[in-house]
RNA sequence: GCCGGCGUAGCUCAGGGGUAGAGCAACUGAUUCGUAAUCAGUAGGUCCACAGUUCAAUUCUGUGCGCCGGCACCA
């Protein structure tokens, strides 16, 4: 007979196998209450779920965060519920809970558009309601398909025929509505509660591929309760104004235009910050032992059918023809073929090994229209990006002393916190499974020896070797890969890149493909939104603004400026016959970090009133030591002495 | 590339079958002012492009291009 265990400690016996209901209703009628569901010896279950052997349970409700996750699931069901009932003929396929809500995709020949969430949400009102209770059903699988192809659900019956035969087919109902679902699911539809909302429509391919029918799928969001959805919405109209786009306007740091779609025009500011950011990383490298290449731009297509890239991605390369030449030039989508060239310019020796070869190389790939998205993704690019021609012995080093820089550079622009995938070998790829064993093996232990860890990123690698990942966030929570480091056995192999050995024979060299950054472009988007356009001083684009108060101060400002400029900051004057209060703010507005303010009061004692961008008060400062005290506030933080990189 | 939405002044946006409006910015003039908007005036538009319907299209329809949100893709 069963004895529960609650997570106190606290041990209670039942002479008969229990429900989950049973034992919250012993325990009392708060938590009878309360109870959503539990977990049972640590698996999530019904309430339901009958319990007839000794176990440990924790009752979840709707206080626990896990909470969410059986809110949002649940929710979905009730979209797919008011959505069958107001739209006859819909066949639904899947809605899982998601992070901040759910999703459920439907079938239908007519879209779904935002004008018809008022239906919908009010419809899921009446469902959530009515309370109908969430009823768990095992069925023998033939049965399901069966049920299903009988209500015309071909989806459904499609997912049950895909499941091993070995899993057991549950169906959970709400009132007469009935549905596919593992579970598991709270006790009603009521518990559902009112906090959630329909975002948004998007199509999705059946299955996630593309060659599939493409569903319509609606998104919504769920809380525990309207003050966490509240807050939730509120925090997503924060995220959108740090938009890198929006702060790119609004700042003057870059545009594209139809005319060179994917492609950015820096505009001064923007290129100010480009330039700092790039002088930053140059140092670095300089300092971690690479050597800096340039390679060419436009590559004979002989050399792309080399490395495999024709074969891989030539619907994706761009490809240049003279008139008079029979030859298919291709702008370079990547720079690793022409630093095999460099390699194998000369003899190589293992005592040159590891070899680090940097360059920021521009790049082109003529991405899908739809995924451009602002500076992120873009078909004009510049790479930090080196390639580290080593042994198999020194690939663990090389990783340790890679991720590292990584890390320190991530820290360096704000960025302490940062996840990182393996992601292992793709269909299709070049090279034996045995090679690809022996890479992914190799990056496994460096990854071991550094102390990386990682999450699993299964069948994402590059085709030519496996890759570590490393990913940054943006505003509204979109996961961005920047930083990459790849192990390529393939590639020395099919450009045919060698080195004598210690023991006089030649041998193949491993190349690391890596970056940092991944693309400047990217990383700026990124650094913009993580910073709001509120940029600490070393990467502001303008960094103090002189602004008079009346114009027999401006001689002075001439003077201050130029000190401020003297010491290396980027500095502009604002003599205009304003206001102070409006010289305040739009250079507030305009995000500049630091207001230096004169009027005569300064010009006769030879100081500046410092105002730093979002405070209240001023600090007044001598000339000379607004000067020193900006300027070594400006220092990049590699060259500040004492910071060890 | 696929599904949906959108495209009006430099920016943010309103409007609507009879060839357009606001605020901010710009420009001109006045104002010399002490830390987040001084006042007045002026100028500014192929209403994304092309085709169709119509007496008349920026408005309706279609196609294309671009952007936005997803999906797919991301060497």
């Known amino acids: 007979m069963p004895a529960i265990t609650l997570p106190d400690g606290s041990e209670r016996q039942f002479d008969a196998p229990v429900t989950g209901t049973t034992v919250a209703e012993a325990i009392g009628p708060g938590l009878a209450r309360a109870a959503l569901a539990m977990k049972l010896d640590g698996k999530t279950v019904d309430l339901a779920t009958l319990i007839d052997h000794d176990a440990n349970i924790v009752f979840i409700t709707r206080r626990d965060p896990e909470a969410l996750e059986l809110i949002r699931h649940d929710a979905a069901h009730v979209l797919a519920e008011a959505v069958q009932a107001l739209y006859p003929g819909t066949q639904v396929t899947i809605g899982p809970s998601i992070e901040n809500g759910f999703y459920y995709d439907f079938a239908r020949n007519e879209p779904f558009t935002p004008d018809d969430f008022a239906a919908i949400e009010a419809k899921m009102r009446e469902i959530i309601a009515k309370g109908a209770k969430f009823e768990r059903r095992v069925i023998d699988r033939d049965e399901a398909i069966g049920f299903f192809q009988a209500k015309g659900e071909k989806y459904k019956a499609q997912l049950i025929q895909d499941l091993p035969t070995t899993e057991t087919i549950t169906l959970y109902s709400q009132g007469d509505w009935i549905d596919l679902c593992r579970g598991p699911h709270m006790r009603s539809t009521a518990d559902v509660g009112n906090a959630f909302r329909l975002m948004k429509v998007a199509g999705a391919y059946w299955r996630g591929d593309h060659r599939n029918a493409m569903l319509s799928r609606i998104y919504g969001t769920a809380w525990r309760d309207q003050k966490e959805l509240d807050a939730y919405l509120h925090q997503l109209e924060e995220a959108e104004r740090r938009d890198h786009r929006k702060i790119g306007k609004e700042m003057d740091l870059f545009h594209i235009q139809e005319e060179a779609v994917g492609s950015i025009f820096w505009h001064p500011k923007g290129w100010k910050l480009y330039r700092t950011v790039e002088a930053y990383l140059r140092r670095r490298l300089d300092a971690a032992g690479y050597q800096e290449v340039k390679t060419p731009q436009l590559v004979d297509r002989s050399l792309w059918e080399k490395s495999g890239h024709w074969e891989n991605y030539r619907e994706h390369m761009f490809i240049a023809q003279v008139v008079d030449e029979d030859k298919f030039l291709a702008l370079k989508p990547m720079n690793c073929p022409c630093h095999v060239q460099i390699f194998r310019h000369g003899l190589r020796s293992y005592r040159e090994l590891p070899m680090r070869m940097a360059e920021f190389g521009s790049c082109h790939r003529y991405e899908p229209s739809g995924a451009l998205h602002g500076i992120m993704r873009v078909r004009a690019f510049t790479q930090d990006d080196a390639h580290i021609f080593c042994t198999e012995d020194q690939i663990a080093t090389e990783t340790a002393r890679f991720v590292d820089l990584l890390s320190t550079v991530y820290r360096d622009f704000g960025f302490p916190d940062f996840r990182i995938k393996f992601a292992d070998r793709p269909e299709p790829r070049i090279g034996s499974d045995a090679a690809w064993d022996h890479a992914e093996a190799a990056l496994r232990e460096a990854c071991a020896i550094a102390g990386v860890e990682y999450e699993l990123n299964p069948g994402e690698g590059a085709f030519y070797g496996p890759k570590l990942e490393f990913v940054l966030r943006d505003a509204i929570g979109r996961d961005w890969q920047c930083g990459t ?38 990383f700026i988007g990124i650094l913009i939104e993580q910073y709001a356009g509120r940029f600490p001083l070393w990467l502001a684009p303008v960094q103090v603004v002189v602004a008079t108060i009346v114009s027999d101060a401006d001689d002075y400002a001439g003077e201050v400026a130029a000190a401020f400029a003297r010491a290396g900051l980027a500095v502009n004057t604002d003599l205009t016959n304003q206001k102070i209060n409006a010289k305040v703010r739009e250079h507030s507005v305009a995000l500049v970090p630091v207001l230096a303010v004169v009027g005569r009061k300064e010009a006769e004692t030879r100081t500046v009133a410092l105002r730093r961008l979002g405070s209240q008060g001023q600090e007044i400062l001598p000339l000379e030591e607004a000067v020193a005290r900006l300027a070594s506030e400006a220092t990049p933080p590699d060259l500040i002495s004492g910071n060890v990189a």
Do not use: C, T
């Open 485 to 522: 480091l790849q192990v390529d056995p393939n590639l020395p192999e099919r450009l045919d890149a060698e080195y004598v050995g210690e023991d006089g024979a030649r041998h193949r060299p491993i190349m690391l493909h890596r970056a940092i950054f991944g693309s400047f472009e990217r």
